[in-house]
Every structure is written in structure tokens, then in C-alpha cells.
């Protein structure tokens, strides 16, 4: 059973940083390629930032500069370390996989940036 786990996510100001998790398990995550999404109240849920399992990484032009997505394959976890946050960042946050065919997602954690 693949599952994926976010956690890290909270109440912050703007200017802040977070630190997003996502375990991992059921599949072999080390050759997984990985997407961090987010979905705003009202807007429909967008690319965040991605993952090749060689580590290669692509982020959408609204958080470039300011997040970074990771991955440590031995503790088989996803990260997304987001610093200078704006209140347009507020969303909840989902990690993604794809595998076999199927696509996984997690449950997603709040993430809010206000003052």
C-alpha cells in the first residue's frame, strides 16, 4: 500500500520559512520522481516545485528564489524548504508521486502566511 505523509506545515509570517515533509512508503522512493502541488481557497491546484529521483529539480516562477524541494532517499522522505513566504502562499500543500500507472497523493498540510 503506497502512502504518502505530509507534516511540517503551520501559521506563519510573512517573511517567514517552513519546513515541509512527506514520508514516504510503499514503493521504492529512491527511483520515484516527486511533485510538491498546492491549492489556494478557490483556485485549482498548482505545480509547486519537482523532483527527479537524480535529483534534478524544476520550481514554477511564483516560488523560484524561494523555496527548494529535496529529497533524502535513505530516510525516504520529500522536502520542500520555503523561505520568504507571502500571504499568497497560503495553501495546502500536497506531495505527488506517480507509479505503476496510478497516481499517489497525500492527505496535504495547511500552510498559512499572515501577520
Known amino acids: 500500500q503506497v502512502q504518502l505523509v505530509e507534516s511540517g506545515g503551520g501559521l506563519v509570517q510573512p517573511g517567514g520559512s517552513l519546513r515541509l515533509s512527506c514520508a514516504v512508503s510503499?514503493?521504492?522512493?529512491?527511483?520515484?520522481?516527486m511533485d510538491w502541488y498546492r491549492q489556494a481557497p478557490g483556485k485549482e491546484r498548482e505545480l509547486v516545485a519537482a523532483?527527479?529521483?537524480?535529483?534534478?529539480?524544476n520550481y514554477a516562477d511564483s516560488v523560484k528564489g524561494r523555496f527548494t524541494i529535496s529529497r533524502d532517499n535513505a530516510k525516504n522522505t520529500l522536502y520542500l524548504q520555503m523561505n520568504s513566504l507571502k500571504p499568497e502562499d497560503t495553501a495546502v500543500y500536497y506531495c505527488r508521486t506517480t507509479s505503476r500507472g496510478y497516481t499517489y497523493w497525500g492527505q496535504g498540510t495547511q500552510v498559512t502566511v499572515s501577520s
Open positions: 523532483i527527479t529521483s537524480g535529483g534534478s529539480t
Open positions: 510503499g514503493i521504492i522512493f529512491s527511483i520515484h520522481y
